[in-house]
Antibody, heavy 118, light 107 residues
Framework: EVQLVESGGGLVQPGGSLRLSCAASGFTFSSYWMSWVRQAPGKGLEWVAN????????HYVDSVKGRFTISRDNAKNSLYLQMNSLRAEDTAVYYC???????????WGQGTLVTVSS | DIQMTQSPSSLSASVGDRVTITCRAS??????LGWYQQKPGKAPKRLIYAASSLQSGVPSRFSGSGSGTEFTLTISSLQPEDFATYYCLQHNSYPLTFGGGTRVEIK
């Protein structure tokens, strides 16, 4: 069964850090660009970052550049998002997703909630 | 950045109605666009890729059209399970950008 399972969300104070993980199974993880997409409570979807199949290239939305770092470990079939200097506006459900621009249907995780609040 | 302007932001429709949702890109994106359906508390699901190709397993009442800057998602005969929020996503250039969403509600 194809699965993406996120973990690592939780409550963090403004200025704090959190590391999200996404464990993949059931498909060839190393063959796909991987993305993080977030959704603030009651709001729309926002693409956050993505990383190339071999980890050699990545891209970010401007609002997280310099604060978030996307990485992957193909040997562990895992995707990560290191989030530093967190702000209230980073509060959202964070989804990992595969191949958003590819022909096969993208796989999505169930999401993990990050709440930034004092 | 490419802005994706989606309209309407919400609509009310009845079962059996034909529904059309539009996304307009601030600059040309060829056909590098997908349409997603999201139900409350769930992850999005892609219905259409490459602007007009139906994803495998998606009912044929869904169709997409357009190229360049104007794109349309059409549901030919709305079914009860189609009440959801729909988003377009452009992957032509970075940052990838979603439309603001269209909430389809029961009339």
């Amino acid at each position: 069964e194809v699965q993406l399972v996120e973990s690592g969300g939780g409550l963090v104070q403004p200025g704090g850090s959190l590391r999200l993980s996404c464990a993949a199974s059931g498909f060839t993880f190393s063959s796909y660009w991987m993305s993080w997409v977030r959704q603030a409570p009651g709001k729309g979807l926002e693409w956050v970052a993505n990383i190339k199949e071999d980890g050699s290239e990545n891209h970010y939305v401007d609002s997280v550049k310099g604060r978030f770092t996307i990485s992957r470990d193909n040997a562990k079939n895992s995707l990560y998002l290191q989030m530093n200097s967190l702000r209230a506006e980073d509060t959202a459900v964070y989804y990992c997703a595969s191949g958003l621009g590819a022909t096969p249907p993208p796989r999505w995780g169930q999401g993990t909630l990050v709440t930034v609040s004092s | 950045d490419i802005q994706m302007t989606q309209s309407p932001s919400s609509l009310s429709a009845s079962v059996g109605d034909r529904v059309t949702i539009t996304c307009r890109a601030s600059q040309g994106i060829r056909n590098d666009l997908g349409w997603y359906q999201q139900k409350p508390g769930k992850a999005p699901k892609r219905l259409i890729y490459a602007a007009s190709s139906l994803q495998s397993g998606v009912p044929s009442r869904f169709s997409g059209s357009g190229s360049g800057t104007e794109f349309t998602l059409t549901i030919s005969s709305l079914q009860p399970e189609d009440f959801a929020t729909y988003y377009c996503l452009q992957h032509n250039s970075y940052p990838l950008t979603f439309g603001g969403g269209t909430r389809v509600e029961i009339k």
